[in-house]
């Protein structure tokens, strides 16, 4: 099946700075989801973005699938970005497989 | 804000115990799912329905019964689990393969506790 992986695995940050999160995957995709995962547990999408570029606010996301890789950015971090970070990829069907995450822990 | 709701909240049963975890989304969607996540462990896909079929089993225990009785609602029903179920499980949602996009949107999950 699709591999999926993430880096960095841990990354600790100081409040205001910027940070790049990858996720690389083994295969052509149809489905690229970002998420964050908060302490009690609620997953939380951040972009749906098998292609392309995105943003939302602080956060932005871009996709090359000929390359299979997908990059998250988040500037100015903050105490609440704190959080589990989890790429999911799709290839056929509504089956998502998630890569293993990046635990990012904010400092203020 | 999530339009997926998941209840209970919490749950603790004995492993002869029978209980069901409910899941409820009003976003039109025809496709949903459950998903099993241990801690410090991405979640892994259990079960997808679409159109109220069952299209994906994971290879999941018979302990572990899913149900759609409608196009908003989603059951599992635990009978005779093992400690090693304790995990939060997860409900999602999202339009089928081809029709708006096949994104997901999670529940706030129910942890459950199995002893």
């Known amino acids: 099946g699709i591999q999926v992986e993430q880096s960095p695995p841990d990354l600790i940050l100081q409040e205001g700075a910027n940070s790049t999160l990858r996720c690389n995957f083994s295969d052509s995709v149809n489905n690229l989801q970002w998420f964050h995962q908060n302490p009690w547990g609620q997953l939380i999408n951040l972009f749906y973005?098998?292609?392309g570029t995105k943003q939302n606010g602080r956060l932005s996301a871009t996709t090359v699938a000929t390359e299979r890789y997908s990059l998250l950015y988040i500037s100015s971090s903050q105490t609440t970005d704190s959080g589990v970070y989890f790429c999911a990829v799709g290839q056929y069907g509504n089956k998502l497989v998630f890569g293993a995450g990046t635990i990012l822990r904010v400092k203020s | 804000d999530t339009e997926v709701t998941q209840t209970p909240k919490h749950l603790v049963m004995g492993m002869t115990n029978k209980k069901s975890l409910k899941c409820e989304q009003h976003?039109?969607?025809?496709?949903m799912y459950w998903y099993k996540q241990k801690a410090k462990k991405p979640p892994e896909l259990m079960f997808v329905?679409?159109?109220?079929?069952?299209?994906i089993n994971e290879s999941v225990p018979s302990r572990f019964s899913p149900e759609c009785p409608n196009s908003s609602l989603l059951n599992l029903h635990l009978h005779a689990l093992q400690p090693e179920d304790s995990a939060l499980y997860l409900c999602?949602?999202?339009?089928?393969?081809?029709?708006?996009?096949?994104?997901?949107?999670f529940g706030p999950g129910t942890r459950l506790t199995v002893t």
């Open positions: 973005i098998p292609s």
């Open positions: 329905y679409s159109y109220e079929k069952l299209s």
């Open positions: 976003m039109g969607h025809r496709a």
């Open positions: 999602a949602s999202s339009h089928p393969t081809g029709t708006g996009g096949p994104a997901q949107y």
